[in-house]
């Protein structure tokens, strides 16, 4: 269907922003991942690349293991750790490869928005529930990277469209400013949800380590991104 559209229209800017973005789930459905992370934009790009348009993909802080102490740079090799991570670096590979200069892949982190499946929404969530029955919800605190707003990836991608004469890599990374851990993201937001009247009163907030969260996937502990060239 996508290879139609493309032909039909023939975009002069084409923005890829489906993902399978569940990594607990991408353990259990590699396939479906892959399809979705891989193979949609390996299509998509070769759809492109056959008239004169170009491709915005986005991506993932997720295509590093997270095992060094500083943010990444677009330049370094990509070295994912789950199956989430390895289908994302595997898509970015072929939109490069399959577009060259007319691929751009741009890679964000900790993605939020009032709408969707995110840490935002499920830890307001989580309190509403908390401020109800005062019971303390546990937040890892030993993973950083950036919370980055959809509305800031949306200005970016805006940016780079209407700004295509600038030199731009063809790799490039996009967070909004600072370093956080989850532990600290649902600390600001109880804070603004309080201020806000979202929920009744504030609630505890418990930092634990990742290896007491029962997961069966595993996560950079620091996958911040150095966002200084696209800035």
């Known amino acids: ?78 070295s994912p750790i789950n199956i989430y991570g390895k289908t994302k670096a595997k898509g970015e590979y072929h939109v490069n490869k399959v577009l060259l200069g007319r691929g751009k892949i741009l890679r964000t982190s900790w993605l939020y928005g009032p709408d969707g499946k995110n840490f935002l929404l499920t830890i307001l969530n989580l309190l509403k529930k908390s401020s109800k029955n005062d019971n303390p919800i546990k937040v890892i605190s030993d993973q950083f990277s950036c919370p980055t707003s959809t509305e800031s990836l949306s200005m970016i991608c805006w940016r780079i469209i209407n700004f295509n004469n600038i030199n731009y890599s063809n790799f490039l990374h996009w967070c909004d400013g600072g370093k956080a851990s989850w532990f600290d993201f649902a600390i600001s937001i109880n804070k603004f949800a309080n201020e806000l009247g979202l929920i009744k009163k504030n609630v505890l907030i418990k930092p634990i380590p990742s290896k007491e969260y029962k997961s069966k996937v595993q996560r950079p502990h620091y996958s911040l991104l150095d966002c200084s060239y696209t800035r």
């Open 1 to 78: 269907k996508c290879k139609e559209i493309i032909k039909e229209v023939n975009p002069s800017w084409t923005i890829n922003a489906a993902a399978y973005t569940n990594v607990e789930k991408a353990e259990e459905e590699p396939h479906l991942a892959k399809a979705i992370n891989t193979t949609a934009p390996k299509i998509i790009a070769e759809e492109i690349s056959k008239q004169k348009g170009q491709l915005l993909h986005i991506s993932t802080d997720f295509v590093f293991s997270g095992k060094q102490n500083y943010p990444y740079k677009v330049t370094q090799k990509t």
